[in-house]
């Protein structure tokens, strides 16, 4: 059983009232009348998927001055309801927006204290904030080094429209990971169109993961097939972006297009004991 660290808890009537999301499904081409109605399908397509456990990924542009993400905040009381009532299958990773200065470490200590968030999940791009941004983001880094807790960073290119990918290009983890050397990082997306960069900072950084969401297996850049297969094979992670990607359909193309060319055992940490690695108290 899989366990999918990239999952946008969505529903079809959130996306269509975020302009910014919206473009994201005709960049993916998909059809809106295929998206899901309720939080609920979610697991319903992870039993179909074989998909055993997911993390949930929280959202907040509360104070984001770019008005096309006024709708696109997730509150994190409702990502831990739907946390809750999941039997211990979806796991909440909080979203708090940088630009509220020090009400976002406040934020993001009631998400962790109070709501029982496992993690953190930063969209730089939609936040318009760079990731080495030294005011708004580190108080944040520190407070997530000190608890252990994880960050999972949007990094390369985005699919969503009306922002700018500088805020979050690839390299800027660099300085973050040297900075905050016991800071658990997901690079998500592998960086991309930067891949190699992502390889670099996570070569020079033991505590930085990278995950393939956002790609069918078939396309993963053969760039680096080496490193999951190899010196990095403990810290590639499974994830789909779901809904984006769904669950049954990225299994089927793995099991067609990649589970081959995978040396014995790195199917099962790719898909699920690194993550467990990485969420481990």
Not at 118 to 134: E, F, Q, W
Not at 179 to 206: E, T
Not at 211 to 232: A, C, E, F, T
Request: aromatic share 10%.
């Amino acid at each position: 059983m899989s366990f999918d660290v990239h999952v946008h808890p969505w529903t079809r009537a959130f996306m269509k009232k975020n302009g910014p999301i919206m473009k994201a499904c005709g960049f993916f081409r998909l059809d809106v009348a295929k998206l899901p109605e309720t939080t609920g399908q979610l697991l319903e397509e992870m039993d179909e998927a074989g998909v055993a456990k997911a993390v949930i990924l929280g959202q907040d542009t509360h104070a984001t001055r770019n008005p096309a993400f006024r709708n696109y905040t997730l509150r994190n009381d409702d990502v831990a309801a739907i946390a809750s009532r999941s039997q211990d299958r979806l796991i909440p990773f909080a979203g708090v927006d940088p630009n509220a200065g020090k009400g976002s470490v406040r934020e993001l200590r009631r998400a962790v204290k109070s709501l029982g968030m496992r993690g953190l999940k930063i969209h730089s791009s939609a936040n318009s904030v760079y990731l080495n941004d030294r005011r708004l983001m580190y108080p944040i880094y520190d407070f997530c080094q000190e608890e252990g807790l994880p960050i999972l960073f949007h990094t390369g290119t985005t699919g969503l429209g009306d922002c700018e990918i500088k805020y979050s290009k690839t390299e800027l983890l660099d300085e973050v990971c040297q900075s905050f050397p016991d800071l658990k990082v997901v690079m998500a997306h592998f960086g991309w169109p930067w891949p190699d960069v992502a390889i670099a900072i996570a070569l020079r950084n033991p505590n930085v993961f990278i995950d393939v969401s956002g790609w069918k297996p078939r396309y993963l850049p053969q760039s680096i097939m080496p490193y999951i297969n190899g010196i990095l094979q403990d810290r590639f992670l499974f994830g789909t972006d779901y809904p984006m990607l769904r669950q049954k359909d990225w299994m089927e193309d793995f099991r067609a297009s990649l589970a081959q060319k995978l040396k014995p055992g790195i199917a099962e940490k790719l898909l699920s004991s690194n993550a467990k690695r990485l969420l481990a108290d």
